[in-house]
């Protein structure tokens, strides 16, 4: 089983990294090293490996998923993360995500809102001898000032608005990147903090699913 999932995930790499311009070295060696099969449910191993979103929660603030392959190398290779990079993972759900970031940062802290994600993420992670990521639990919104600032900030999940809080926690020359937007609507964006102001720019399109509490504040009319 280990052969044939080592196999699957070359397909990934070679099918749906490659083909979608994914070239960053570093990052493609961590998509090929790390187990996608272990970040989800055993009964849906089989399908670790496939081009979708794959669920892991359901939740009472919305269902939570793994996101693709491929836009997530994408945001990865985006960020232009470095080897000494401290990294903030916001909603890592399972771990997969700062599995593979690990891999190519310094350090990165690993922030859930829901526990039993997050105690599978930290068993996980600990497995697998990810020894430079902390998993802590907290609201997403509010990121996790106790580690920051930030070289990179990465969302697990597309959001209608970014709330200053992530903003505030980039250090200078710090990236975030995150897709705004739902469905074919969601535009990948990296926004980079300059002289204490953050601006952003448009990367690419990518449809994939929302991560709850990032929904836009109702305005009222009146």
Known sequence: MSAEFTELRVKMVDG???????????LLAAFLSVPRELFVDETLR???YIDEDIRIAGGEGGPRFLM???????????????????????????????AILSKVAGSV????NDPVLAGWARDTLAALGCGNVAVVEGELREGWKAAAPYDVIVLQGSVDELPESLHEQLAEGGRLV??????????????????????GRRAFNAA????????????FEF
């Not at 802290?109 to 859930?112: C, P």
């Not at 995150?178 to 601006?199: M, P, S």
């Not at 994939?208 to 305005?219: C, H, M, T």
């Open 178 to 199: 995150a897709v705004e937007g739902r469905g074919n609507a969601g535009i990948a964006k990296v926004f980079l903090k300059t002289n204490g102001v953050v601006t």
């Open 68 to 98: 693709e392959p491929s836009p997530l190398a994408r945001l990865l290779q985006l960020a232009e993360i470095q080897p000494t990079d401290s990294v903030l993972d916001v909603g890592c759900g399972t771990g997969y995500s700062s």
């Open 46 to 48: 089989d399908l670790a």
């Open 109 to 112: 802290t690993a922030l859930e």
């Open 208 to 219: 994939i699913r929302p991560l709850p509490g990032f929904e836009r504040s109702k305005v």
């Open 16 to 26: 749906q990294l490659r083909t979608t311009d994914v070239t960053n070295a570093s």
